[in-house]
């Protein structure tokens, strides 16, 4: 009888995959965005069952609560339809997904010879919000800091690059 | 009890999947999201690890890991924008200036 | 120990001549110009006689040690001059006939624009030929050799805006390099196995060898490649060439250095190395046949040539054979006095021709002159003492020197005699014509009319004086002196059986007669001992026999008198006929026996045609032109290739981005797993 912490991690498992290749097949980007939705989620789900909860939460707030809104805003606004079928790039094709193929083999073959049998019990290393703000803000506080500068260049950057264009040709004329 | 090589197995899926759809797809918001997808798998992994090595610090390399794909996410969708401005299209083939 | 000569100042006081002329020449009045040419090389002169007086007293060979040049390992070579009795002939014949042509040139050239220039090239080859005769080693002499062969080239091409002068000085250059090559090669040989150059301890350590038997042998291979060079530079089959052709320089030169000087270095180094051609009785085989090939064969095409200077070169080159045949029989001092003698005549023979061309303005074709006997005497007296002379009539010099060579020939092999016999006939029959034609029966030119005719060689051709007129005195003067010699220079050499005592062949007797190889008997057919003149009874023949000989050749030289004489002043419409009736040999030589063409087709248009072929379009253009190209060319497609990877799709991109990471995963297990 599998544990039910296997049972539980395939479950969330077969979701990720699922949307992960759905994300994949679909044509239309909405699509895309939705099973990547549903891929976050099953992943906070596998988050849960390592014992992080906190970054769980995270996950599921910023990820797929503002990240991929954000994408889906943007769909909408720019009213993006069914993928065209354009030729692109026969190099992608012939050389990319092999090459994605074959280094992802090499990964799995090293993943299974070194740590194959190791078990992680569920909840292995529970991640409470104490402990982690206790790292964040002592050892990683540099980091931190960086990061939020980091995120007022992006929202800087995101204005000027999404402003209108209206203003900077009136000014040109 | 579930094997730390699944968990790495599934990381590893996730990111072949990310960088399969980067390849194969021609709508550029739609690679956007694979890139996502990367850095979920990567997540995934980062929390696996932290799990199976007891250190902290794995899980908080996952919040700088969001942060900066937020901060990209940004930025990228905001590039993207402006790109739809000039050329009226999404398709990523069509977006070759920079061709010798 | 002999007192200092300074025999070092006698070459360079000609080099200062020419380095003062050719630097500030240009700028110089004429006169200047000739006093300095003139002040220096009779410097040179006096230098020789002075010396030559204070020669008895001296303990000979004497030497002078100048500085040190060369010191590597074992070998060494020094600036050094050496004296002897041959040396001292040499520069008595070298500075006093020099000089006079000095003196005729001031006339000769007084009209041309570049008067420095000629003097300065004069002063220079003074320079060289000093050089060339006072060294004491083969080193020495191989720069005086290289030099002279320089003043030639910067002489005969002298008029250089003359397409034919020009390639006339690069003939003379470059086939004279040829038979410099071979010179070489001996100076190796005597490097390699006798250790040095030096005259005297080359001779040291071959003189106690013994004669080499038939060929193969150190000895006869520095010989025969000594006379290869000698071949070069005096003008021998096979490397004769070059001499016609230099007729295109100024007169004066082709009496100088065609004449007198240059090409008799050949003789004198010839001369100077007889020890070791007495020990190598196969090189001096060689060198008396082809000395008389080359007397024969050259004066057979001085038979038919019409331009006055090409009869007296091919003569030239007809005596400079008899010269060599001396030589290789062995009767050094024989070819020694034809040297001398040869230079009077021959040079007197050549300033009387230039006398003839000033006076007719310019004219050199003997058929468009005649009767000039009248009109310009001293020049006439003057080249009918040279004629005499060189056709051997008793009496004058030619005579005694030209039959001790055939007397002594006919020693050695009566083949060698017959040659020469009939080559003296052919000399006397075409000295003769030369005479006939110039001075006497009616005048076919055209210098009366007033103006030069337009084959003006010269650079008096367009004198505008109009008529023939007898050159100035400046010019008559040498050639009387030089006819005065003509007479009378031979009498130092009056053989025993004439009533003399051979002064000549006893004052060279202590260069020449030391050297036989010990006891052995040379190729000549002679006992080792010292080649005695014709003082003692020698085993073939006597005293009369050399007087029978004498008579023949004196018959001979006026046979061809005769016919001349009735070739070309009693029935001059007879040459015609005969040349038409005989028209192939005729042909023959008239052109030279096609040497010439012969030359050209197997040496020279394969050398341009390969090279132009071959080298230049083939190598030049093919390979090393092309190699760059398409190194270039090569560059520019690889990176025409390569650009199309930029092609501003970012799936490709990824694409090989993905490629690229497969490939490191890859590496890096391989490494992680090969541990």
Redesign the interface.
Same mark, same amino acid.
């Given at each position: 009888m599998p544990s039910f912490h296997l049972i539980l991690f395939l479950a969330f498992g077969v979701v990720c995959m699922g949307g992960a290749i759905n994300l994949l097949a679909q044509r239309h980007p909405i699509n895309s965005a939705l099973s990547l939705i549903a891929v976050m989620a099953a992943l906070a789900g596998e988050y849960l069952l390592l014992g992080a909860e906190f970054v769980a939460a995270v996950q599921v707030i910023i990820y797929a609560g503002a990240v991929m809104v954000l994408f889906v805003f943007v769909i909408m606004l720019l009213n993006a339809g069914i993928e065209e079928e354009t030729k692109g790039s026969r190099v992608a094709l012939l050389l990319g997904v092999p090459g994605v193929l074959i280094g992802s083999v090499f990964v799995a073959w090293v993943v299974l010879r070194n740590s194959g049998t190791e078990a992680v019990p569920i909840g292995a290393l529970p991640g409470h919000p104490t402990d982690i703000a206790q790292l964040l803000f002592h050892d990683f506080l540099l980091p931190f800091e960086v990061t939020s500068v980091l995120i007022l260049i992006a929202i800087m950057g995101a204005v000027v690059l999404a402003s209108k264009p209206d203003a900077s040709e009136r000014k040109a004329n | 009890m579930v094997p730390l090589s699944y968990y790495l197995l599934l990381s590893g899926f996730l990111f072949a999947c990310g960088v399969l759809g980067f390849l194969i797809k021609r709508n550029i918001i739609t690679i956007f999201m694979s890139i996502e997808l990367m850095l979920n798998g990567v997540n995934l992994s980062f929390v696996a690890f932290a799990a199976h090595w007891h250190v902290l610090a794995g899980q908080i390399f996952v919040f700088f890991v969001m942060v900066v794909a937020a901060a990209e996410a940004t930025v990228g969708l905001a590039i993207i924008i402006a790109v739809y401005r000039t050329r009226e299209t999404l398709n990523v083939d069509q977006v070759n200036l920079l061709k010798l | 120990m002999n007192p200092m000569l300074n025999l070092w100042l006698i070459p360079v006081l000609p080099l200062a001549g020419a380095a003062i002329n050719g630097f500030l020449g240009k700028k110089s009045s004429r006169q200047a110009v000739t006093t300095i040419a003139l002040f220096f090389s009779a410097a040179a002169f006096a230098m020789a006689l002075w010396v030559a007086m204070r020669f008895s007293s001296l303990a000979l060979p004497y030497h002078e040690y100048l500085a040190h040049w060369i010191r590597s390992g074992t070998f060494s070579v020094d600036f050094e001059f050496y004296l002897d009795q041959l040396s001292l002939v040499m520069l008595l014949v070298v500075t006093g006939v020099g000089f006079l042509i000095h003196i005729y040139s001031v006339g000769y050239m007084w009209d041309d624009p570049s008067y420095y220039r000629f003097f300065c090239y004069l002063n220079l080859f003074m320079f060289f030929m000093l050089t060339l005769i006072l060294a004491g080693n083969y080193l020495q002499m191989f720069i005086g050799w290289e030099g002279v062969g320089l003043a030639s080239y910067l002489l005969i091409g002298f008029w250089f805006t003359k397409d034919s002068a020009a390639s006339a000085g690069k003939k003379a250059f470059i086939v004279n390099r040829i038979g410099d090559f071979g010179f070489l090669i001996a100076l190796f040989l005597i490097i390699k196995h006798l250790g040095s150059l030096n005259f005297d301890r080359v001779f040291q350590s071959v003189l106690p060898l013994s004669a080499e038997t038939a060929g193969a042998g150190l000895l006869t291979a520095i010989g025969i490649l000594l006379m290869v060079g000698a071949a070069g530079k005096s003008a021998q089959i096979p490397l004769y060439v070059w001499l016609p052709d230099a007729m295109e320089g100024p007169t004066p030169v082709s009496a100088l250095i065609h004449a007198a000087t240059m090409v008799t270095a050949g003789v004198y180094m010839v001369s100077r190395s007889h020890i070791i051609f007495e020990r190598a009785p196969m090189a001096l085989t060689v060198v008396a046949i082809v000395g008389t090939l080359t007397a024969f064969f050259a004066a057979t095409i001085g038979i038919v040539q019409t331009d006055i200077k090409k009869v007296l070169a091919y003569s030239t080159v007809s005596q400079l054979g008899y010269m060599f045949m001396a030589c290789g029989v062995g009767a050094f001092s024989a070819g020694i006095f034809h040297l001398m003698t040869h230079a009077f005549f021959k040079g007197l023979l050549f300033l009387a021709a230039g006398s003839v061309i000033h006076a007719v303005g310019g004219e050199q074709d003997m058929r468009k002159m005649g009767g000039l006997r009248t009109k310009i005497p001293w020049t006439f007296w003057t080249m009918t003492a040279g004629t005499l002379a060189i056709a051997g009539i008793p009496g004058l010099a030619g005579f005694f020197s030209k039959d001790e060579i055939l007397w002594r020939a006919y020693q050695a092999s009566w083949v060698y005699w017959l040659v020469g016999l009939v080559t003296a006939f052919i000399t006397s029959f075409y000295m003769f014509r030369l005479w006939f034609m110039t001075f006497f029966g009616e005048y076919r030119g055209e210098a009366e009319s007033g103006h030069g005719s337009d084959s003006a060689q010269d650079a008096h051709g367009s004198h505008g004086h109009g008529g023939i007129h007898e050159s100035p005195m400046v010019m008559v003067i040498p050639l009387v002196i030089l006819a005065i010699l003509s007479v009378v220079g031979g009498y130092v050499g009056v053989p025993g059986s004439l009533g003399g005592s051979n002064h000549f062949d006893k004052f060279l007797g202590p260069v020449f007669h030391v050297s036989a190889p010990a006891g052995a008997q040379n190729a000549l057919g002679e006992k080792g001992a010292p080649e005695q003149e014709t003082e003692g009874p020698e085993p073939k023949t006597g005293a009369s026999t050399e007087l029978m000989f004498t008579g023949i050749s004196v018959l001979a030289a006026l046979l061809g008198f005769t016919l001349a004489w009735q070739l070309y002043y009693r029935n001059p419409q007879l040459p015609a006929k005969i040349a038409i009736s005989m028209q192939g040999a005729y042909q023959a030589l008239v052109h030279k026996y096609y040497v010439d063409e012969l030359y050209g087709a197997l040496f020279v248009k394969p050398l341009i045609d390969g090279s132009t072929r071959i080298l230049w379009q083939g190598v030049d253009r093919k390979i090393i032109d092309a190699a760059v190209n398409d190194a270039g060319d090569g560059a520019r497609h690889l990176s025409d290739e390569a650009?199309?990877m930029? !092609? $501003?799709?970012?799936? !490709?991109y *990824? $694409?090989?981005? &993905? *490629? $690229? !990471? &497969?490939?490191v995963? *890859?590496f890096m297990?391989w490494m *992680?797993v090969s541990r």
């Amino acid at each position: 009888m599998p544990s039910f912490h296997l049972i539980l991690f395939l479950a969330f498992g077969v979701v990720c995959m699922g949307g992960a290749i759905n994300l994949l097949a679909q044509r239309h980007p909405i699509n895309s965005a939705l099973s990547l939705i549903a891929v976050m989620a099953a992943l906070a789900g596998e988050y849960l069952l390592l014992g992080a909860e906190f970054v769980a939460a995270v996950q599921v707030i910023i990820y797929a609560g503002a990240v991929m809104v954000l994408f889906v805003f943007v769909i909408m606004l720019l009213n993006a339809g069914i993928e065209e079928e354009t030729k692109g790039s026969r190099v992608a094709l012939l050389l990319g997904v092999p090459g994605v193929l074959i280094g992802s083999v090499f990964v799995a073959w090293v993943v299974l010879r070194n740590s194959g049998t190791e078990a992680v019990p569920i909840g292995a290393l529970p991640g409470h919000p104490t402990d982690i703000a206790q790292l964040l803000f002592h050892d990683f506080l540099l980091p931190f800091e960086v990061t939020s500068v980091l995120i007022l260049i992006a929202i800087m950057g995101a204005v000027v690059l999404a402003s209108k264009p209206d203003a900077s040709e009136r000014k040109a004329n | 009890m579930v094997p730390l090589s699944y968990y790495l197995l599934l990381s590893g899926f996730l990111f072949a999947c990310g960088v399969l759809g980067f390849l194969i797809k021609r709508n550029i918001i739609t690679i956007f999201m694979s890139i996502e997808l990367m850095l979920n798998g990567v997540n995934l992994s980062f929390v696996a690890f932290a799990a199976h090595w007891h250190v902290l610090a794995g899980q908080i390399f996952v919040f700088f890991v969001m942060v900066v794909a937020a901060a990209e996410a940004t930025v990228g969708l905001a590039i993207i924008i402006a790109v739809y401005r000039t050329r009226e299209t999404l398709n990523v083939d069509q977006v070759n200036l920079l061709k010798l | 120990m002999n007192p200092m000569l300074n025999l070092w100042l006698i070459p360079v006081l000609p080099l200062a001549g020419a380095a003062i002329n050719g630097f500030l020449g240009k700028k110089s009045s004429r006169q200047a110009v000739t006093t300095i040419a003139l002040f220096f090389s009779a410097a040179a002169f006096a230098m020789a006689l002075w010396v030559a007086m204070r020669f008895s007293s001296l303990a000979l060979p004497y030497h002078e040690y100048l500085a040190h040049w060369i010191r590597s390992g074992t070998f060494s070579v020094d600036f050094e001059f050496y004296l002897d009795q041959l040396s001292l002939v040499m520069l008595l014949v070298v500075t006093g006939v020099g000089f006079l042509i000095h003196i005729y040139s001031v006339g000769y050239m007084w009209d041309d624009p570049s008067y420095y220039r000629f003097f300065c090239y004069l002063n220079l080859f003074m320079f060289f030929m000093l050089t060339l005769i006072l060294a004491g080693n083969y080193l020495q002499m191989f720069i005086g050799w290289e030099g002279v062969g320089l003043a030639s080239y910067l002489l005969i091409g002298f008029w250089f805006t003359k397409d034919s002068a020009a390639s006339a000085g690069k003939k003379a250059f470059i086939v004279n390099r040829i038979g410099d090559f071979g010179f070489l090669i001996a100076l190796f040989l005597i490097i390699k196995h006798l250790g040095s150059l030096n005259f005297d301890r080359v001779f040291q350590s071959v003189l106690p060898l013994s004669a080499e038997t038939a060929g193969a042998g150190l000895l006869t291979a520095i010989g025969i490649l000594l006379m290869v060079g000698a071949a070069g530079k005096s003008a021998q089959i096979p490397l004769y060439v070059w001499l016609p052709d230099a007729m295109e320089g100024p007169t004066p030169v082709s009496a100088l250095i065609h004449a007198a000087t240059m090409v008799t270095a050949g003789v004198y180094m010839v001369s100077r190395s007889h020890i070791i051609f007495e020990r190598a009785p196969m090189a001096l085989t060689v060198v008396a046949i082809v000395g008389t090939l080359t007397a024969f064969f050259a004066a057979t095409i001085g038979i038919v040539q019409t331009d006055i200077k090409k009869v007296l070169a091919y003569s030239t080159v007809s005596q400079l054979g008899y010269m060599f045949m001396a030589c290789g029989v062995g009767a050094f001092s024989a070819g020694i006095f034809h040297l001398m003698t040869h230079a009077f005549f021959k040079g007197l023979l050549f300033l009387a021709a230039g006398s003839v061309i000033h006076a007719v303005g310019g004219e050199q074709d003997m058929r468009k002159m005649g009767g000039l006997r009248t009109k310009i005497p001293w020049t006439f007296w003057t080249m009918t003492a040279g004629t005499l002379a060189i056709a051997g009539i008793p009496g004058l010099a030619g005579f005694f020197s030209k039959d001790e060579i055939l007397w002594r020939a006919y020693q050695a092999s009566w083949v060698y005699w017959l040659v020469g016999l009939v080559t003296a006939f052919i000399t006397s029959f075409y000295m003769f014509r030369l005479w006939f034609m110039t001075f006497f029966g009616e005048y076919r030119g055209e210098a009366e009319s007033g103006h030069g005719s337009d084959s003006a060689q010269d650079a008096h051709g367009s004198h505008g004086h109009g008529g023939i007129h007898e050159s100035p005195m400046v010019m008559v003067i040498p050639l009387v002196i030089l006819a005065i010699l003509s007479v009378v220079g031979g009498y130092v050499g009056v053989p025993g059986s004439l009533g003399g005592s051979n002064h000549f062949d006893k004052f060279l007797g202590p260069v020449f007669h030391v050297s036989a190889p010990a006891g052995a008997q040379n190729a000549l057919g002679e006992k080792g001992a010292p080649e005695q003149e014709t003082e003692g009874p020698e085993p073939k023949t006597g005293a009369s026999t050399e007087l029978m000989f004498t008579g023949i050749s004196v018959l001979a030289a006026l046979l061809g008198f005769t016919l001349a004489w009735q070739l070309y002043y009693r029935n001059p419409q007879l040459p015609a006929k005969i040349a038409i009736s005989m028209q192939g040999a005729y042909q023959a030589l008239v052109h030279k026996y096609y040497v010439d063409e012969l030359y050209g087709a197997l040496f020279v248009k394969p050398l341009i045609d390969g090279s132009t072929r071959i080298l230049w379009q083939g190598v030049d253009r093919k390979i090393i032109d092309a190699a760059v190209n398409d190194a270039g060319d090569g560059a520019r497609h690889l990176s025409d290739e390569a650009r199309h990877m930029q !092609s $501003g799709n970012i799936r !490709s991109y *990824a $694409g090989w981005i &993905a *490629a $690229g !990471s &497969a490939v490191v995963i *890859a590496f890096m297990v391989w490494m *992680a797993v090969s541990r």
